[in-house]
């Protein structure tokens, strides 16, 4: 959600904290702030839109600031402004950055304005800085004010504080959002996550909850929730694949979906042997853990969601094995099946999707024995949360809406379905079948790649419409509703996905001249059936662009038809989300919409 950094150091911290900024920006976007030290003066220059409107308010002079901290905001509590951007600060004495939800910021807030405590903004974060403060005033120093406040909060937090009073010193605490510590040689930062601070260090401590770090320039001391010292190891790690170079491509989202190739191919590297699956790729005892499997719970939110529904499709055809999936945010509201045999898969680009971890820890509550996440960033809160780790190694997603990291999910969910294959003992025939196209999947994705030009005058049919309609069946259906949330996501055209036969229950009703459809159309046992779906659409002037690996036949109609490259049917729903996306991409700059930060959302949602 939001993004912290803060630093100190012998040097001018000031561009590293806005550096450190705008690689952050895709955590949130409405506003950003900055509190750095000169002296014993503290500046705060706060704006609200992006870090390019923040850096122009900053002073044109020469500024050498040895002690800072910094935000870019994605509102909860308080529309974007200048007033609610972070940093929020007591008496311009306490300065503080916050990413999460005090959950008890009201009691809180009461408590303090009954001790003559005057507030200045809407924000939740705004009792920290005023806690610490009157602690301070009642005699305590910075050190315990600071853990006493934070004693005395209760929900999600990462925080990042600095004292006007205390020019050597930046405290980090973390509960349920993620907070990094990175060291350099007599510095040392704090940042929400690596990509922050990966110009400035490759070496990292990685926080946990209930921890807090004591921050100097020549050292960093954490303790954890008792008080005690904690355990943490430095990691050293390859911050080059962090950078935030567009590398010739206009946008981190066009980059991203041409990587996915490579990230595929990357993503099934040393893990697929010549007929199957490497063993030990999901981390030593996870064949034998799953072994008597009977239950697959799947449990992820957007994009991931979507590749948890896919495999659904796989288990149960390939494995004969139930599985559920359900949103993050939602799967604790269901009674969850408790049996001893299941294996509780989590899925996330980020592994900090609040929803998606808070399910995890509930699931471990029950006694789930066996728990594996599909992730794209090691040492994230999933990865430590969880038994097993498949890392989908797709390299670092910037763009908002995530496609890359859709389809090297799939790409490991589809090494899942084969290691389970082998595991139950499926015929090794099946394995091979799947694990060659699997190899053949980079080339199709290649080459799909190239057909720009018809995803652009697809484009076009869209762009001017407020509303399409995204169809499929069976394995496909998923991937309607991936087309459906890009194109909302970048474009702000409302986009709905529906199974293609529940069409006739109500949502034909919408159709007219006006409304585009998109239908996916399979080459399985599903094409009669879908090709009366698309009739019924055409015999009311609906248009419809038609995507699939069969040529053109009768299915088509005014709208077209876009022909993918054909593999085996439980693999083709990957090449064909493709397609969409790029549609939705090109319908998005003729839009003239921010692609890579669509408006109101965030890239990493940390809060629940
Ligand atoms: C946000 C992003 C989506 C992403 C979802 C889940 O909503 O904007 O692109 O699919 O979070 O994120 P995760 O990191 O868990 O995959």
Redesign the pocket.
């Known amino acids: 959600m939001c993004g912290i950094v803060g630093g100190i150091s012998d040097r001018n911290v000031l561009p590293i904290l806005i550096e450190g900024l705008k690689r952050l920006e895709y955590r949130g976007y409405d506003s950003a702030g900055v509190a750095f030290r000169e002296n014993s003066k503290i500046s705060l220059i706060k704006a609200k839109g992006r870090v390019l409107d923040l850096e122009n308010k900053l002073p044109e002079k020469k500024i050498k600031s040895n002690q800072g901290i910094a935000h870019t905001r994605w509102a909860t509590h308080g529309v974007p402004s200048e007033k609610n951007a972070h940093p929020q600060i007591s008496e311009n004495k306490i300065f503080v950055v916050h990413n999460g939800i005090i959950e008890n910021h009201m009691n809180l807030k009461e408590k303090l304005q009954s001790e003559g405590v005057k507030f200045r903004s809407d924000t939740d974060t705004e009792v920290v800085a005023h806690l610490i403060n009157l602690h301070m005033q009642k005699g305590m120093d910075f050190d315990s004010a600071t853990l006493k406040a934070i004693s005395q909060l209760k929900g999600a937090y990462a925080l990042a504080i600095i004292d006007k009073d205390n020019p050597d010193l930046i405290i980090g605490a973390r509960n349920q959002s993620p907070l990094v510590i990175g060291e350099g040689y007599d510095e040392n930062f704090v940042a929400s996550d690596i990509m922050a601070l990966a110009p400035v260090t490759n070496k990292f401590k990685f926080m946990e909850d209930g921890q807090v770090a004591f921050i100097t320039k020549e050292k960093n001391h954490v303790i954890t929730s008792n008080g005690n010292a904690a355990k943490l190891k430095t990691q050293e790690i390859d911050s080059n694949s962090y950078t935030n170079d567009l590398g010739g491509f206009n946008h981190f989202m066009e980059k991203e979906i041409f990587e996915q190739p490579d990230a595929i191919s990357k993503s099934i590297e040393g893990r697929l042997g010549k007929n199957e699956t490497q063993e030990g790729i999901f981390g030593s005892g996870f064949e034998e853990a799953v072994k008597d499997v009977t239950n697959i719970q799947i449990v ?6 979507h590749s948890g529904r896919i495999f659904e499709y796989w288990s149960h055809k390939f494995l004969g094995i139930n599985c559920r999936v359900d949103y ?1 945010s939602e799967y604790q509201y269901q009674e969850p099946i408790k049996t001893k045999k299941t294996l509780l898969v989590t ?7 609040a929803d ?1 971890l808070s399910s995890l820890k509930f699931a471990k509550k029950t006694g789930l024995p066996v728990t594996l996440t599909i992730c ?1 960033v090691a040492n994230s809160s ?1 990865c430590r949360e969880s038994d097993y780790t498949l890392l989908t190694n797709a390299g670092p997603e910037i763009g ?3 496609t890359k ?2 389809v090297t ?1 799939l790409a490991c969910l589809n090494l899942l379905l084969l290691t389970l294959m082998r595991v139950h003992n499926q015929t090794p025939n099946a394995r091979k079948k799947i694990t060659d196209a699997l190899r053949d999947l980079p080339k199709h994705i290649d080459k799909t790649l190239k057909m720009t030009d018809v995803y652009k005058s697809t484009a076009k049919l869209l762009f001017k419409r407020s509303s399409a309609l995204f169809l499929g069946r069976g394995l496909y259906f998923p991937i309607a509703r991936e087309g459906a ?1 890009k194109l909302k ?1 970048i474009s702000y055209i409302h986009a709905e996905a529906y199974p293609a036969g529940e069409l006739k229950h109500g949502p034909l009703a919408l159709i007219d001249r006006d409304m585009p459809v998109i239908a996916l159309v399979p080459d399985n046992e599903h094409l009669d059936k879908i090709q009366s779906n698309i009739q019924e659409v055409a015999a009311r002037k609906g248009k419809v662009v038609t995507i699939g690996p069969l040529g053109k036949t009768k299915i088509t109609k005014d709208g077209g038809h876009i022909k993918i490259p054909k593999t085996l049917d439980l693999l083709n729903p990957i090449i064909s989300v493709v397609p969409m996306q790029l549609i939705s991409y090109y319908t998005a700059l003729l839009k003239g919409t921010d692609v890579d930060k669509p408006r109101n ?5 940390t809060v629940e």
């Open positions: 992820a939110c957007g994009t991931s969601y993050g899925i996330s680009q980020s592994g900090e999707t998606t794209n999933l908002v809406a995530s990291a859709f999910q949330l996501e959302l965030a890239k990493s949602v």
